[in-house]
């Protein structure tokens, strides 16, 4: 559900979300100040290389000397869940099938106060659509296979095993009607009656199931 409705609104949401809130920076940190901020905090590391990788949400994730990703948060918010990042990685890394970041390097932005984090870059090819649609057929579904494999692997992760990491246990149904409403508040002046229609028949379609919030609350993925 939140794929689609990503998918369809994710720009509006997120725009609203920053009109809404003053928790999001609104520049990209320049390069001085990232090279700063890790000379600082890890005076035995010099970075010679720098370049933007991209950005979700929540953090811009920098290529530091060709072969380290090192991620800051865009909040004081999002720096209070990197900390719980930082803290469940190692216990679920072995558990799955796939590679993940391993935190080598964690820092503190002195002008921020926020956490940052550096890790070797996990190597290989970004899986896009177009690069999939191009693979031959055995080696699609061997993809898909894996990840399905991850992401159930991820799941298996009960509450109580990653209850030390101060995770939030999420309501579905409060976090999906508050995104409807916001996108009610923010937008619906904006649109046409044809897309209001959508948004409207999407929301409640799910938030009128029942059968959509009757699960064990388990491990999930972030960031977008």
């Known amino acids: 559900m939140r794929g689609i409705i990503l998918y ?15 928790i999001f920076y609104s520049q990209m940190l320049s390069k001085t100040h990232i090279i700063t901020q890790i000379e600082t905090n890890f005076p035995q590391f010099k970075v010679w290389q720098l370049s933007k ?11 530091v000397n060709n072969d ?33 970041p391993d935190f080598e390097l964690i820092g503190m932005d002195s002008n921020t106060e926020t956490l940052f984090v550096g890790y070797k870059q996990i190597k290989g090819t970004f899986l896009t659509k177009q690069v999939f649609n191009n693979l031959p057929k055995e080696i699609q579904e ?27 246990i999420i309501d579905f149904y409060q976090d999906y009607k508050q995104d409807y409403q916001i996108l009610k508040n923010c937008i619906f002046e904006r649109i046409t009656f044809k897309e209001k229609e959508l948004i409207d028949r999407i929301f409640c379609d799910y938030l009128d199931n029942s059968e959509n919030f009757n699960y064990i609350p388990c491990l999930l993925h972030n960031d977008l």
């Open 68 to 100: 380290y990703v090192f991620r800051f948060p865009k909040s004081k918010e999002v720096s209070k869940n990197l900390a719980k990042e930082i803290c469940i990685l190692p216990k679920i890394q072995s558990r799955l099938n796939l590679k993940i």
């Open 142 to 168: 061997k993809s898909l296979a894996e990840i399905a494999l991850f992401f159930g692997d991820l799941h298996t992760f009960t509450v109580e095993e990653i209850e030390d990491c101060n995770l939030e």
């Open 53 to 63: 990788l991209g950005e979700g949400w929540d953090h811009q994730a920098y290529q």
């Open 8 to 22: 369809f609104f994710g720009d509006w949401l997120r725009q609203c979300a920053v009109a809404q809130s003053n």
